[in-house]
């Protein structure tokens, strides 16, 4: 089927304007991205996926400028213990970052999968993106794996003794930046990756996810500070028999962010769980957007978001749960619900159920609502001043989100950082 003129047009005239890198042995895979961004073409606002979100500020070929947001509240996760790999303005930066040496973890610049040695990721790399064009294309990773010039592989063989931290710094305020990263979690091994920043003015980022059976991977993303930013992320996830993958988001500030989540179930007792809270005042937009596929017997997905909105704000949630014949004893459940603080914000809801076998548990449900007058006027009643009461209200609606990552202490950093977002817009 030919593609529009408009279309074609607004793909050229962004394809017009890069290049894509000479990196490592993934020619043969940038090569075939192109292929599919061309056949696609880049997204357009009357698109099925994109009619909630208008595209325009994250094909045109510049980006808009964003502000560096500067204070002195430290970065999420600075906190703890973790092996450290910090990207400047999409470039990755060794003096920031830490020795890449860990133990139960082998770790690459993308740069580095190389044809001078056999390298592991060089079969992976966009062949989940590309998996996860079907059914619903998704160009924006497609011209990510043609154009990405900077990521890491991150090969997980055991039990590393502390989580890998990606850190996104933003500087330039025109900073256009793609990121690619490929995970492989071999058979019984057990990892956490955090990823936290601002990065770029616009970023385009993915995630290739490989989970071997018996293997687990837990996933905590943070979100923020930079409020004129842009952002879309697409995370392609492939989990094996009886693996584990978790996957949480929290979202503050931004003027539009789309996270695309796509999970597929080979193997056998698989679990995966994507979830994520969100708050946004005034000029936002969060979208996310998941489509999981079981194609196994006895797995498990769950889908949990939860948005909190005011002044304007926007959230979409599109999410489906694809039951393919023969995978029986799903089990998969979705919700997703906004909290909206006042008459101007809006909530999009697009939930989905796809079945194709007989004897599966599968429910969605979406809703919207305003705070609880009841549980509102107790807190009242009792001497709570009406801004900290509404707070407390809104943690106890996300709650359900953020108690999706298991590890204690970053689920309370998680709800501290929420709190004090709260506490400094309270009237």
């Known amino acids: 089927m030919a593609l529009d003129d408009p279309r074609v047009s607004a793909t050229e005239e962004r394809l017009a304007t890069m290049e894509v890198p000479?990196?490592?042995?993934?020619?043969?895979?940038?090569?075939?991205?192109?292929?599919?961004?061309?056949?696609?073409?880049?997204?357009?606002?009357?698109?099925?996926?994109?009619?909630?979100?208008?595209?325009?500020?994250?094909?045109q070929p510049q980006a808009p400028a964003a502000a560096v947001f500067e204070d002195d509240e430290p970065p999420v996760f600075d906190g703890?213990?973790?092996?450290?790999?910090?990207?400047?303005?999409?470039?990755?930066?060794?003096?920031?970052?830490?020795?890449?040496?860990?133990?139960?973890?082998?770790?690459?610049?993308?740069?580095?999968?190389?044809?001078?040695?056999?390298?592991?990721?060089?079969?992976?790399?966009?062949?989940?993106?590309?998996?996860?064009?079907?059914?619903v294309a998704r160009p924006l990773?497609?011209?990510?794996?043609?154009?990405?010039?900077?990521?890491?592989?991150?090969?997980?063989?055991?039990?590393p003794s502390k989580p890998i931290n990606l850190i996104y710094m933003h500087v330039d305020e025109a900073a256009d930046v793609f990121l690619h990263h490929v995970v492989r979690v071999e058979?019984?091994?057990?990892?956490?990756?955090?990823?936290?920043?601002?990065?770029?003015?616009?970023?385009?980022?993915?995630?290739?996810?490989?989970?071997?059976?018996?293997?687990?991977?837990?996933?905590?993303?943070?979100?923020?500070?930079?409020?004129?930013?842009?952002?879309?992320?697409?995370?392609?996830?492939?989990?094996?028999?009886?693996?584990?993958?978790?996957?949480?988001?929290?979202?503050?500030?931004?003027?539009l962010t789309r996270n695309e989540c796509v999970v597929e179930f080979l193997g056998d007792g698989g679990i995966a769980h994507i979830a994520g809270a969100c708050v946004g005042d005034g000029d936002?937009?969060?979208?996310?957007?998941?489509?999981?596929?079981?194609d196994a017997v006895g797995c498990e997905s769950r889908q949990v978001f939860k948005k909190v909105l005011r002044n304007g704000a926007r959230g979409v949630f599109q999410g489906k749960i694809l039951v393919k014949s023969g995978a029986q004893k799903t089990d998969g459940y979705q919700i997703s619900q906004s909290l909206m603080l006042d008459d101007d914000s809006e909530f999009d809801a697009k939930p989905e159920l796809e079945i194709?076998?007989?004897?599966?548990?599968?429910?969605?449900?979406?809703?919207?609502?305003?705070?609880?007058e009841d549980a509102l006027f107790y807190l009242r009643a009792r001497g709570v001043p009406h801004g900290i009461a509404t707070d407390l209200l809104?943690?106890?609606?996300?709650a359900e989100a953020v108690e999706e990552v298991e590890d204690v202490t970053l689920r309370e950093e998680l709800v501290a950082r929420l709190d004090a977002w709260l506490t400094r817009r309270r009237d």
């Open 22 to 59: 000479d990196v490592g042995c993934t020619a043969r895979a940038r090569e075939a991205a192109l292929g599919r961004v061309r056949a696609m073409g880049l997204p357009q606002a009357r698109d099925e996926y994109w009619k909630y979100t208008r595209p325009d500020t994250l094909i």
């Open 284 to 294: 936002f937009l969060h979208d996310d957007t998941v489509f999981v596929t079981h």
């Open 356 to 372: 194709y076998a007989d004897d599966v548990a599968c429910s969605h449900g979406s809703t919207s609502g305003a705070i609880d």
């Open 394 to 398: 809104t943690l106890a609606f996300l």
């Open 141 to 159: 990773a497609a011209l990510n794996t043609a154009y990405a010039g900077d990521g890491v592989t991150i090969r997980v063989t055991g039990k």
């Open 187 to 255: 058979s019984g091994a057990v990892a956490t990756i955090l990823e936290n920043g601002p990065a770029a003015a616009r970023f385009n980022k993915c995630i290739e996810i490989d989970i071997a059976d018996g293997g687990t991977l837990h996933h905590v993303r943070a979100q923020g500070r930079d409020h004129q930013r842009r952002a879309v992320t697409h995370l392609f996830a492939r989990l094996g028999a009886e693996s584990v993958f978790k996957s949480f988001s929290l979202t503050v500030n931004g003027v």
């Open 80 to 135: 703890g213990d973790r092996l450290k790999i910090v990207f400047v303005d999409g470039i990755f930066d060794p003096d920031r970052s830490d020795d890449l040496s860990l133990e139960g973890v082998e770790i690459d610049r993308l740069e580095d999968v190389c044809c001078t040695k056999e390298h592991w990721a060089e079969d992976l790399y966009g062949t989940l993106e590309a998996r996860g064009q079907t059914p």
